[in-house]
């Protein structure tokens, strides 16, 4: 070779190094895996808008409170956060589960509140192998049929709360039972499961009554239920529409008349509105005020200290989905790309809940004590367990 030949090879190599670098920083390439690697990206897709919006807003914020306890670092990685609002909309799923994993390449999905989105992100985190954590949606499929080993959830499947209040009803001698529940995943299995430990009690549901989500025009229901004279109502509602339904109940001149379970979401974030309408009432759920463990004592504490408000169930399954990835990328050392390692640890992990300590089903689905509560002023009082350690039964996981 000779010396322009040569010349010309090293320019040709000075062109390519440059461009390579202007093409790396334009981001069309993807940078060095070390350079990379610089944070974990988590992506919040939660309701900001709508009847559940204050549930969102309580999950992302007991969530970054998990991550700012640990001086904003997971597992010795630092987090960035990418947030995406999904107004519970079950039609705007996949393209807003989208935006998260292909544009803007989370690492950790973490979502959501309604179990028809979920159902969207958990079939798009199933294809794309992305890990998911759900904080709320109990849809039963997502640690059903559709269980995978990418996908944890932090909360409950809709049979577990609804299974927890039905035992309650029946325990306390009620033989009748309406039920009322908007028309989704949520209602229809957190109905399923309060029927199935209901009937078990020797109890009788006379009618299922269903409204399409979100709409709160209770009063046919009401008008309806007066007449039926059941021993008992149970519901699920949350958000907004929870805190409607009972005022309503108790507007119609229901209260006192008829009693009203609701799993615990019924009065759960709810209770500075519903005010005097909702003392009383008697639900189940993994949570509950006044617990005064040395774990809860402290959230609480730290919670109202970062946010000026008492935290609600929503705010605790936020921090536990921060605890249970912490727990994965703690045991690889920050090295998200170490997939298997981490999601074995995230499985195993016992995780030290401000609810109490809990397990993963092999479904990855937490086995949880369920409170009986009882609303006193502001607070869901724990009277009670209404069940200990309560797994999802996990039916259709082939796992
Ligand atoms: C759900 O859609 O799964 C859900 C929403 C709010 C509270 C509980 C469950």
């Known amino acids: 070779m000779n010396s322009k030949q040569e010349n010309r090879g090293e320019r040709r190599a000075i062109l390519r190094g440059l461009l390579a670098t202007t093409v790396a920083v334009a981001g069309i390439l993807p940078l060095a895996p070390s350079l990379a690697a610089d944070k974990v990206k988590v992506g919040l897709m939660l309701p900001y808008t709508g009847t559940y919006a204050s549930l969102g807003n309580a999950i992302t914020n007991g969530f970054k409170l998990a991550v700012a306890e640990n001086g904003g670092k997971l597992g010795g990685r630092e987090i960035a956060f990418f947030t995406v609002d999904d107004e519970s909309d079950p039609a705007k799923g996949p393209e807003n589960t989208n935006k998260l994993v292909k544009r803007d390449q989370v690492d950790v999905l973490v979502g959501t509140v309604h179990s028809g989105v979920a159902m969207a992100m958990a079939k798009i985190a199933n294809e794309t192998k992305t890990l998911l954590i759900v904080p709320n949606a109990g849809a039963d499929e997502v640690t059903g049929p559709m269980c995978s080993p990418n996908i944890f959830r932090t909360s409950f499947s809709n049979w577990q709360p609804g299974y927890a209040t039905g035992k309650i009803m029946a325990d306390n001698k009620h033989k009748t039972a ?28 006379l009618k299922e009554m269903t409204l399409p989500f979100p709409n709160v025009e209770f009063q046919p229901f009401l008008t309806e239920i007066a007449s039926l004279k059941p021993d008992a109502v149970f519901v699920f509602f949350a958000g907004g529409g929870a805190v409607k339904f009972v005022k309503d109940y108790a507007a119609a001149g229901l ?18 509105a519903q005010g005097a309408d909702a003392q009383g009432l008697v639900t189940a759920l993994h949570y509950a005020d006044g617990l005064n463990t040395p774990k809860d004592n402290a959230f609480r504490a730290a919670y109202k200290k970062a946010y000026n408000a008492e935290p609600d169930v929503y705010a605790v399954q936020g921090y536990d989905a921060a605890q249970l990835l912490r727990a994965g990328l703690e045991a690889v050392k920050g090295d998200i790309g170490k997939k298997d390692q981490m999601y074995q640890a995230m499985a195993a992990a016992k995780i030290d809940s401000p609810r109490g300590a809990f397990t993963l089903s092999k479904a990855h689905n937490p086995i949880q004590d369920f409170y009986t509560r009882r609303v006193v002023g502001k607070e869901n009082k724990s009277i009670g367990i209404a069940i200990k350690g309560l797994a999802d039964p996990a039916r259709g996981c082939k796992r």
């Open 178 to 205: 309406v039920t009322v529940t908007w028309k989704y995943a949520a209602g229809q299995q957190m109905v399923d499961g309060f029927k199935e430990a209901f009937q078990k009690g020797g109890g009788k549901v």
């Open 255 to 272: 209260k006192g008349k008829i009693s009203l379970y609701g799993t615990g979401f019924l009065t759960d974030g709810t209770l500075d």
